[in-house]
């Protein structure tokens, strides 16, 4: 099915669903920066091995760090073919990426469940997919 012009038009342009992807996360990850500031209900699920340690200032800090990555995704999504904005994508999800193994398997404040295998998942298939993409979007090939 089509999507209606009125809705295609604000839809990021480039080739491919890449950048459809990236703006799903964005708007994903922006409703989930909000609910850090509203509960802590979520963010207790995924740090779910000490969820004690989840409190009202760290889950705001949570969503703040989370709004800022959507932001960077979100203009990734539009001016996929930056290389400067491409890349600090990219290391954004090595950075997300990096913290929820490190809570994981180091920390042991995470544990893999509902929680914390979503963000796995977005994190590694991301950075998999724009990495295996990278030449086709930015024209070059090293970081």
């Known amino acids: 099915m089509p999507v209606p012009s009125i809705i295609s038009a604000y839809l990021p342009q480039g080739?491919?669903?890449?950048p459809a992807w990236l703006l799903f996360v964005s708007i994903v990850a922006t409703f989930n920066s909000l609910q850090n500031y509203i509960t802590l209900t979520?963010?207790?699920r995924v740090y779910s091995r000490q969820p004690e340690l989840v409190n009202t200032l760290s889950s705001r800090t949570f969503g703040t760090?989370?709004?800022?990555?959507?932001?960077?995704?979100?203009?990734?999504?539009?001016?996929?073919g930056?290389?400067?904005l491409y890349d600090v994508c990219m290391w954004s999800y090595v950075i997300a990426?990096?913290?929820?193994?490190?809570?994981?398997?180091v920390f042991g404040s995470?544990?893999?469940?509902?929680?914390?295998t979503g963000p796995?998942?977005?994190?590694?298939?991301?950075?998999?997919?724009?990495w295996t993409?990278?030449?086709?979007?930015t024209g070059t090939l090293g970081l």
């Open 15 to 18: 080739d491919g669903y890449l």
């Open 133 to 137: 993409q990278r030449e086709a979007y």
């Open 42 to 44: 979520l963010t207790k």
């Open 65 to 80: 760090w989370t709004f800022l990555s959507a932001i960077v995704r979100l203009y990734t999504a539009y001016h996929i």
């Open 82 to 84: 930056n290389k400067a």
């Open 110 to 116: 995470a544990s893999l469940g509902k929680g914390l």
């Open 97 to 105: 990426g990096g913290h929820f193994v490190t809570e994981w398997l």
């Open 120 to 130: 796995l998942v977005v994190s590694s298939t991301s950075l998999l997919w724009m």
